[in-house]
């Protein structure tokens, strides 16, 4: 396959006239299929979590909320009930008589230990918690001083 390239006159005496129009049909194309893949791909993209929780409702007027109880785990497995030390053994009863009332299986309970405890203590607090009736355990992420 050839060409032969000549000077202004090579078209019978024409001279060639250049087109500047810019053609954009090929460029519209384009970013109409990327609009479509990105339409497409932004909900895939979004990770959603479903959470279920609870209405907000206020306390009564003059009633106090009650103090919250906090079990903490230190790193040598000592067992924390507020700032009072107690054992695995007599948490729940310590646990039952810290939050009095008539029913203290139903108030929450908020449990923190130290990044140096293990995994396998941290669960025998939180598994002793459960088979006493404490389900409401809320868990902290925040240092113990």
Do not use: C, H, W
Request: aromatic fraction near 6%.
């Amino acid at each position: 396959m050839g060409a032969k390239l000549s000077g202004p006159s090579g078209q019978n005496g024409k001279t060639i006239d250049q087109n500047s129009d810019i053609n954009v049909t090929p460029f519209v194309d384009v970013m109409l299929v990327l609009l479509i893949i990105f339409m497409v791909a932004a909900p895939l993209a979004t990770v959603s979590i479903r959470l279920d929780l609870p209405p907000a409702t206020p306390p009564a007027p003059g009633e106090d909320p009650p103090e919250p109880v906090y079990v903490s785990i230190q790193e040598g497995g000592a067992l924390f009930l507020g700032d009072v030390e107690t054992t695995l053994d007599t948490l729940p009863a310590d646990l039952a008589a810290q939050i009095g009332g008539s029913n203290p299986t139903e108030e929450r309970v908020f449990m923190r230990a130290q990044a140096e405890v293990r995994y396998e203590q941290f669960m025998e607090v939180m598994n002793r918690l459960q088979e006493n009736g404490y389900y409401k355990v809320g868990l902290l992420n925040e240092d113990i001083e």
